[in-house]
Protein backbone atom coordinates (compact mmCIF):
# COMPACT_ATOMS: atom_id res chain seq x y z
CA UNK A 1 0.00 0.00 0.00
CA UNK A 2 0.82 3.32 -0.82
CA UNK A 3 0.87 6.58 1.74
CA UNK A 4 -1.20 8.26 -1.52
CA UNK A 5 -3.92 5.78 -1.12
CA UNK A 6 -4.46 6.17 2.35
CA UNK A 7 -7.79 7.99 3.58
CA UNK A 8 -8.17 10.32 6.55
CA UNK A 9 -8.65 8.30 9.24
CA UNK A 10 -5.93 5.74 8.01
CA UNK A 11 -3.57 8.76 7.74
CA UNK A 12 -4.69 10.41 11.15
CA UNK A 13 -3.81 6.83 12.58
CA UNK A 14 -0.85 6.69 10.92
CA UNK A 15 0.33 10.08 12.22
CA UNK A 16 -0.79 8.94 16.28
CA UNK A 17 1.33 5.49 15.51
CA UNK A 18 4.63 7.66 14.85
CA UNK A 19 4.46 9.71 17.37
CA UNK A 20 4.14 6.68 19.38
CA UNK A 21 7.12 5.23 17.62
CA UNK A 22 8.84 8.12 18.04
CA UNK A 23 8.37 8.83 22.11
CA UNK A 24 8.99 4.65 22.94
CA UNK A 25 12.23 5.26 21.06
CA UNK A 26 12.89 8.36 23.11
CA UNK A 27 12.16 6.48 26.21
CA UNK A 28 13.69 3.22 25.63
CA UNK A 29 17.52 5.01 24.88
CA UNK A 30 16.20 7.32 28.26
CA UNK A 31 16.18 3.77 29.91
CA UNK A 32 19.49 2.23 28.85
CA UNK A 33 21.48 6.00 29.43
CA UNK A 34 19.91 5.28 32.85
CA UNK A 35 20.62 1.52 33.61
CA UNK A 36 24.75 2.51 32.46
CA UNK A 37 24.79 6.14 33.98
CA UNK A 38 22.16 6.26 36.51
CA UNK A 39 19.27 8.83 36.63
CA UNK A 40 21.14 12.10 36.77
CA UNK A 41 23.38 11.63 33.81
CA UNK A 42 20.28 10.37 32.38
CA UNK A 43 18.59 13.41 33.05
CA UNK A 44 21.43 15.77 31.92
CA UNK A 45 21.73 14.02 28.68
CA UNK A 46 18.33 13.67 28.23
CA UNK A 47 18.10 17.52 28.86
CA UNK A 48 21.05 18.24 26.28
CA UNK A 49 19.09 16.66 23.49
CA UNK A 50 15.59 18.66 24.49
CA UNK A 51 18.06 21.77 24.47
CA UNK A 52 18.33 21.44 20.66
CA UNK A 53 15.38 19.19 19.33
CA UNK A 54 12.37 21.54 20.80
CA UNK A 55 14.11 24.58 18.96
CA UNK A 56 13.86 22.25 15.53
CA UNK A 57 10.62 21.12 16.48
CA UNK A 58 9.40 24.99 17.24
CA UNK A 59 11.25 25.75 13.77
CA UNK A 60 9.49 22.80 11.83
CA UNK A 61 6.01 23.67 13.06
CA UNK A 62 6.78 27.31 12.54
CA UNK A 63 7.59 26.30 8.71
CA UNK A 64 4.54 24.10 8.31
CA UNK A 65 2.12 27.05 9.51
CA UNK A 66 3.97 29.48 8.06
CA UNK A 67 4.77 31.18 11.08
CA UNK A 68 6.96 34.14 11.59
CA UNK A 69 8.73 34.29 14.60
CA UNK A 70 7.36 36.57 17.41
CA UNK A 71 3.70 35.80 17.02
CA UNK A 72 2.93 36.14 20.24
CA UNK A 73 0.93 33.84 22.54
CA UNK A 74 -1.55 32.73 19.54
CA UNK A 75 1.20 31.73 17.72
CA UNK A 76 2.64 29.86 20.34
CA UNK A 77 -0.95 28.11 21.57
CA UNK A 78 -1.34 27.04 17.54
CA UNK A 79 2.15 25.69 17.85
CA UNK A 80 1.65 23.29 21.17
CA UNK A 81 -1.38 22.03 19.42
CA UNK A 82 1.17 20.53 16.17
CA UNK A 83 4.04 19.15 18.90
CA UNK A 84 4.62 14.95 18.61
CA UNK A 85 3.24 15.15 22.06
CA UNK A 86 0.00 16.71 21.11
CA UNK A 87 -1.11 13.21 19.03
CA UNK A 88 -0.65 10.82 21.86
CA UNK A 89 -1.47 12.74 25.17
CA UNK A 90 -4.34 14.79 26.52
CA UNK A 91 -3.30 18.43 27.06
CA UNK A 92 -5.18 21.88 27.78
CA UNK A 93 -4.25 25.24 27.10
CA UNK A 94 -5.85 28.16 29.53
CA UNK A 95 -6.44 31.83 28.57
CA UNK A 96 -5.61 33.65 31.81
CA UNK A 97 -5.29 36.83 30.26
CA UNK A 98 -4.47 38.62 27.53
CA UNK A 99 -0.49 38.33 28.65
CA UNK A 100 -1.09 34.87 29.99
CA UNK A 101 -1.50 30.97 29.40
CA UNK A 102 -1.60 27.91 30.91
CA UNK A 103 -0.56 24.79 29.22
CA UNK A 104 -1.22 21.45 31.28
CA UNK A 105 -0.51 18.24 30.31
CA UNK A 106 -3.60 16.27 31.31
CA UNK A 107 -2.45 12.57 30.70
CA UNK A 108 0.75 12.21 29.54
CA UNK A 109 1.72 8.56 27.38
CA UNK A 110 5.44 8.62 29.21
CA UNK A 111 4.00 9.07 33.07
CA UNK A 112 1.03 6.46 32.37
CA UNK A 113 3.66 3.87 31.04
CA UNK A 114 6.07 4.34 34.09
CA UNK A 115 2.09 3.62 36.74
CA UNK A 116 1.30 0.74 34.71
CA UNK A 117 4.44 -0.86 35.23
CA UNK A 118 4.56 0.11 38.95
CA UNK A 119 7.33 2.44 38.41
CA UNK A 120 7.99 5.53 40.26
CA UNK A 121 6.92 9.26 37.98
CA UNK A 122 9.76 10.20 36.09
CA UNK A 123 11.05 13.23 37.67
CA UNK A 124 10.70 15.84 33.79
CA UNK A 125 10.56 18.81 35.76
CA UNK A 126 14.82 19.87 34.58
CA UNK A 127 14.09 18.66 31.25
CA UNK A 128 10.93 20.53 31.15
CA UNK A 129 11.79 23.95 31.65
CA UNK A 130 14.21 23.46 28.83
CA UNK A 131 11.85 21.98 26.72
CA UNK A 132 8.91 23.98 27.15
CA UNK A 133 11.10 27.37 27.80
CA UNK A 134 13.12 26.84 24.53
CA UNK A 135 9.60 26.11 22.69
CA UNK A 136 8.20 29.11 23.63
CA UNK A 137 10.79 31.10 22.87
CA UNK A 138 11.41 29.31 19.60
CA UNK A 139 8.04 30.77 18.83
CA UNK A 140 8.41 34.25 20.53
CA UNK A 141 11.95 35.42 22.38
CA UNK A 142 9.76 37.82 24.45
CA UNK A 143 7.46 34.83 25.80
CA UNK A 144 8.61 33.64 29.42
CA UNK A 145 8.07 30.54 30.40
CA UNK A 146 7.37 29.05 34.72
CA UNK A 147 6.99 25.79 35.70
CA UNK A 148 3.71 25.55 38.17
CA UNK A 149 4.08 21.94 38.60
CA UNK A 150 5.73 19.22 37.06
CA UNK A 151 6.59 15.88 38.46
CA UNK A 152 8.43 15.58 40.96
CA UNK A 153 6.75 17.82 41.85
CA UNK A 154 2.78 17.37 43.90
CA UNK A 155 0.54 17.75 41.38
CA UNK A 156 -3.18 17.35 40.65
CA UNK A 157 -4.89 14.00 39.84
CA UNK A 158 -5.98 15.51 36.88
CA UNK A 159 -2.44 16.94 35.37
CA UNK A 160 0.84 16.26 35.32
CA UNK A 161 2.60 19.36 34.78
CA UNK A 162 1.11 22.94 34.13
CA UNK A 163 3.69 25.61 32.48
CA UNK A 164 2.82 29.32 32.53
CA UNK A 165 3.21 31.13 29.73
CA UNK A 166 3.42 34.91 30.13
CA UNK A 167 4.39 37.64 27.36
CA UNK A 168 6.24 41.03 27.51
CA UNK A 169 6.71 44.20 25.36
CA UNK A 170 10.56 43.26 26.64
CA UNK A 171 12.53 40.15 27.99
CA UNK A 172 14.83 37.23 26.52
CA UNK A 173 12.13 34.56 27.21
CA UNK A 174 14.37 32.76 30.52
CA UNK A 175 13.25 30.42 32.92
CA UNK A 176 11.41 31.71 35.94
CA UNK A 177 11.36 29.19 37.50
Not at 83 to 104: C, G, H, K, P
Not at 114 to 135: D, L, Q, T
Amino acid sequence: MDLSELNREQLEALLEDFAKRWLAHDGLWFQEVEKARGMEEAIRLDAAAWERFTVLEAGRIMSFLNMEPGGGLSALKKALQFRMYALVNRQEIIDVDSSTVIFRMNDCRVQAARRRKNMAEFPCRPVGMVEYSGFARAIDPRIKTRCLYCPPDEHPQDSYCAWEFKIGETGNGSNNS
